[in-house]
């Protein structure tokens, strides 16, 4: 069935770049989605992509798309301490167009 | 434009007890899904309703129901309740419907089964 996988933790420095990704099975995906959660809160939802695109550039996000790698990437320019929360991965998938997502990469930022 | 409101914030309950949950989309949004989230199976999707039906459902049991009113806000059931049903509940508004427009979400609730 669909699957999206993610790396559990990531740890940067503070002034870092940060990337963080993703991998998916379903190649008829048509929206893929980054949303953020800190600590007891809901989800954020901070960019998404089309499956049209290669590339989406959003102040200090910019997510890249390799639809014959089936990756997604976020990465996070200059890191800030408040960037530290859970990313999360989803993306439409299957007839239904349900969303799938990942199990969230555990994102600390150390200054 | 207010955001996904989701009451109450906390809940206590015991083990047998029924719980409602509420959720108050985004104005204009039609769909409200609803998802289960805890430190070891991650987001479990519960179901997910569009203009007062249900849309898709999970891999929940019965225990766990829901409804959409005329107004979209929407509501979710969940009887007999089990010291596994300890969770953040969240829930999430989309103007078309997930997985055609992107999902907003409320804070959630947190639910204590003791």
Redesign the interface.
């Known amino acids: 069935g669909e699957d999206v996988e993610q790396s559990l933790f990531l740890s940067v420095r503070e002034g870092d770049s940060s990337v963080i990704n993703c991998t998916y099975t379903d190649s008829s995906s048509t929206?893929l989605?980054w949303?953020k959660q800190e600590p007891?809160?809901?989800?954020?939802?901070l960019t998404?992509i089309f499956s049209n695109m290669d590339m989406k550039q959003d102040q200090r996000l910019t997510v890249l798309l390799n639809k014959k790698d089936k990756h997604l990437s976020l990465r996070i320019a200059d890191t800030q301490t408040g960037d530290s929360a859970i990313y999360?991965c989803a993306l439409?998938a299957g007839n239904?167009?349900?969303?799938i997502?990942?199990?969230?990469t555990s994102l600390a930022v150390n200054p | 434009k207010a955001g996904?409101t989701?009451t109450p914030r906390y809940l206590i309950k015991t083990r047998g007890q029924q719980v409602t949950l509420s959720c108050s989309p985004i104005s204009g949004h039609r769909s409200v899904?609803w998802y289960q989230q805890t430190p070891g199976q991650?987001?479990q999707?519960l179901f997910e309703y569009f203009s007062e039906t249900q849309r898709?459902k999970g891999n929940f049991p019965g225990r766990f129901s829901g409804r959409q009113f005329s107004n979209s806000r929407s509501e979710m059931n969940v009887s007999t309740l089990e010291l596994g049903d300890s969770a953040l509940y969240?829930c999430?508004s989309s103007l078309a419907?997930?997985?055609?427009s992107?999902?907003?979400?409320?804070?959630?609730t947190r639910l204590t089964v003791t």
């Open positions: 929206y989605y949303y007891g809160a809901g989800l954020q939802l998404y999360f439409n239904n167009r349900k969303l997502w990942g199990l969230g | 996904v989701q899904s991650g987001l999707f898709n969240l999430a419907g997930a997985g055609f992107p999902l907003h979400f409320g804070n959630g």
